[in-house]
């Protein structure tokens, strides 16, 4: 919990860098390269969480293997090298990431399907999101067989259930009573 914290404060911290230098787009598609090469190579997770390793060695493989990153996220990387936070690198990126999609008024849906999602339930499932938020949103779908049909639509903190699994729980939870 104390490094989500740590994590919100670094990356909003670097969000109102960004905002002020006008590069958010920027550094959030250095936030997204960075979260997904800590997620693809445990070797690297292992190397920025292990406390043996020297910061000034975590900062000079950082600043190796994104050379290309933005001046705000270098400014990260020497921000967390003097704290010695690189643990917490990922957290921050996914935190900014976060960050910048309220900033823009995005949202991410989970859909859950018993296949992969076509573009007719796909209109569905944006005209439901319609009638609860006014964001923009991007799908994320997810499949899984054990539902039968229909979908699972999860945005935030709410849930729409309209799957053949949850309409045969409901009944049978009617018959049983």
Known sequence: MANTRAAIRYAKAILDIAQASNNTANVNQDMINIAEAVVESKELKVFLSNPIVKGSVKFAAISEIFTAAQAETKGLFQLLHVNSRFEILAEVAT????????LNNVGTA???TAFPITSELE?????KIATFSNKKVTLKNTVDPSIIGGFVLRMGDKQYNASVKNRLQQLKREFSN
Do not use: K
């Open 123 to 127: 209109s569905q499932v944006l005209a």
């Open 95 to 102: 935190q900014f990431s976060v960050l910048f999609d309220e």
């Open 110 to 112: 989970t859909v859950t």
